[in-house]
């Protein structure tokens, strides 16, 4: 018997095809019903109607609502962790720069993310879900880590604890978008101000300069 979620090799080409794409409907038709209502009152029965299939089909796919959100939250979470690595791999750039200009993106995007930005940021989730986000976030820290590494050993900065500024690092520019978020339908946020002042706080943060001279 197959497992919900996944798909049977067994089958032809073309149902394959229609069940993966019934998987995409679903996942997708749950990231728009978190983005409207939050996870507290998403509902899998909405999921449904959004992404017009029956409520026994999306259990076809996720053995359970935990299951369908904490999927749909990994699957945007990798997205937006893909647009920071990219940032950070980018050569002939300074690895501060890299910094500033991967956090004033992600700012950026989750101010644009609206509701959804906010309910994955900010909302409290089941055990199953906030397991994705804690992930989540352990890798962007990483990505983090990895560019003050790199600055530490070109001598661009001091010598510091890579791991712990960069987490230190998720957790400003996440922290920092929650209020214009939270304020976001009484006054729109200013998104270049927002994500380029969070960017200039981050590279603060690593980017002091070496003992007993100025850089």
Do not use: W
């Not at 029956?54 to 935990?66: D, E, L, Q, V």
């Not at 962007?140 to 900065?157: H, M, N, P, T």
């Not at 230190?168 to 380029?196: K, M, N």
């Amino acid at each position: 018997m197959t497992k919900p979620g996944k798909t049977d090799a067994r089958l032809s080409p073309r149902v394959a095809a229609r069940q993966a794409d019934a998987r995409r409907r679903i996942l997708e038709a749950a990231r728009v019903v978190v983005a409207e209502h939050g996870f507290a009152a998403a509902q899998v029965a909405v999921v449904a109607s959004v992404a017009d299939v029956a409520t026994g089909s999306i259990y076809r796919h996720f053995p359970s609502k935990a299951s369908l959100f904490s999927e749909m939250l990994r699957v945007v979470c990798e997205r937006e962790l893909e647009v920071v690595r990219a940032i950070a791999g980018e050569g002939g750039r300074s690895a501060g720069e890299r910094i500033g200009d991967a956090v004033a993106t992600f700012v950026d995007r989750a101010l644009r993310g609206d509701g959804l930005a906010y309910a994955v940021i900010v909302e409290p989730m089941d055990p199953e879900v906030d397991q994705v986000r804690l992930e989540a976030r352990a890798g962007l820290a990483e990505a983090f880590a990895g560019l003050i590494e790199e600055g530490v050993e070109s001598g661009e900065f001091a010598a510091q604890d890579a791991r712990v500024r960069g987490a230190a690092i998720v957790g400003a520019f996440l922290e920092g978008v929650v209020t214009p978020l939270a304020e976001r339908e009484t006054q729109p946020p200013d998104r270049e101000a927002i994500s380029g002042e969070i960017a200039r706080f981050c590279q603060a943060g690593v980017a002091h300069p070496h003992p007993g001279g100025n850089r």
